[in-house]
């Protein structure tokens, strides 16, 4: 243990494996029996496996809040992929958004860890990067709601993962935060669920309407207050004792314990890739493209896969 000053602070500076604290598929594949529709969160301090079940009326959506290297996007990444080795496609299905505000290299480098993703296949589009994308695939799954709701379907799940909303809102404008709203509120009664990442919220980015519909929250370290006040903890509690990369808070209710997030790398997901491809049934027919198309277009519309095909899709792919 070394120590040192910065910024006229005592700093403790102890070194640290490498090593992942938490693999996502260790862990996994020492809990056989997951329920279906769960998501792996991480592993608890007490030694349990934390899950988010997207079947209780408890939990339809999940927030994650964090500032920079929290872990939010692993997080993220974690949900979606243990979502796919548990579930079969007709069970789950997953579409991301990741909104790109810029073109430099930093966006570019955050933007490819969403890539990998695009080859499950429980996703029902390419993750969504350009607006246009972005307004067509929330068009889409509102119009899903209606389909829904219309023929008393809430099958097969799907789970919708968002990085950054709190750019989507804010870049978006109304475009985006009322497609979203929607969702929050009307989604969990058709099957349809958020997770959402974000920084420390604020009023004016969420409104009280939308923030009230994410009952259960991850909160990772913060370098303000803000997350102490969401989750109205004492100092000592606070998330800015937090370590980052995973070192979670989670909110259930009214209890609240700290995790250390579960994690996958590309070629961990690589190989459960091959894997899934090679137990899939081959189709003597002549094969059906069961992803959506979004357009490129600059100007908002409609995707081109109608969204009465969603429970068609699951047919298929079973």
């Known amino acids: 243990i070394r120590t040192g000053t910065a910024n006229g602070n005592l700093q403790l500076m102890i070194p640290r494996s490498d090593e992942v604290a938490v693999p996502l598929l260790d862990l ?22 934390v899950l988010h079940s997207f079947d209780s009326r408890d939990t339809p959506h999940l927030l994650i809040v964090g500032g ?6 692993v997080m993220l990444r974690s949900v979606a992929a243990s979502l796919a080795i548990n579930n079969r496609q007709s069970e789950i299905q997953l579409a991301v958004i990741r909104p790109v505000i810029a073109d430099n290299g930093r966006q570019r480098s955050q ?11 429980h996703m029902i589009c390419d993750v969504a990067f350009r607006h246009s994308e972005i307004i067509d695939l929330l068009t889409f799954l509102n119009q899903e709601i209606s389909y829904r709701e219309k023929h008393s379907f809430d099958g097969p799940r799907l789970v919708v993962l968002i990085d950054q909303a709190d750019v989507l809102v804010t870049r978006g404008g ?6 979203l709203l929607r969702l929050a509120q009307k989604g969990e009664d058709v099957g349809i669920h958020l997770v959402l990442s974000t920084q420390p919220i604020n009023s004016a980015t969420f ?24 989750f109205q903890m004492q100092r000592e509690d606070s998330a800015e004792q937090l370590l980052g990369e995973g070192d979670f808070l989670h ?19 690589h190989l459960k890739l091959t894997e899934m491809y090679r137990r899939r049934a081959i189709l003597l027919a002549k094969p059906v ?7 490129q277009s600059s100007q908002a519309s409609a995707v081109v896969l109608p969204s009465s095909n969603i429970d068609q899709m699951a047919a298929v792919v079973g």
């Open 28 to 49: 996994m594949s020492r809990h056989e029996d997951l329920p279906i529709h769960a998501a792996v969160l991480g592993l608890a301090e007490d030694g349990s496996m």
């Open 68 to 73: 920079k290297d929290a872990g939010k996007t």
């Open 207 to 230: 409104s009280t309407q939308l923030m009230k519909e994410f009952p259960t929250r991850l909160t990772g370290r913060s370098a303000t207050g803000q997350a102490n006040r969401d």
């Open 251 to 269: 909110r259930q209710g009214e209890h609240i314990q700290r995790l250390q997030g579960a994690y996958i790398d590309d070629y961990e997901l």
């Open 289 to 295: 493209e069961t992803r959506l198309r979004l357009k």
């Open 111 to 121: 933007a490819a860890s969403w890539l990998a993703l695009d080859y499950l296949p």
């Open 174 to 179: 109304r475009q985006c935060s009322e497609p």
